[in-house]
């Protein structure tokens, strides 16, 4: 029996947060959604537990040095993908020891899917 992970999309534009949604349900994962720094401290201190992070780092309520030094706290075994143009990444050096690092790609997200996939699929038992 495959097991279901939470994925906490966290990202300030409506449209990337709906978009993702959609796409990581279709890939049957379930989805919380986050737009600013609050809601994903909300999240992650929700008794319900998360198994992985997108995170936009341009959210705004979130100054990213403290929002990852509360996530690690709170969940040291969350795996935080920071999902963001390359070029922005250059101003968050906080973002350095950042599990992983996936690129946007406009309307493809292919590359994050295969990601997640990965990463998830090292923490499912195996069948029994």
Known sequence: MKQEFTILIADRNRHIREFLKREMRAEAYRVRLARNGREVLRWVYHPDPLHLLILDPDLPAAEEGPLLAKLRDRIPTLTVVVHTFLSDYTHYPPLVSTDVLVEKEGTSIEGLQ???????????PPDA
């Open 114 to 124: 295969k990601v997640i996939d990965k990463i998830l699929r090292k923490t499912e």
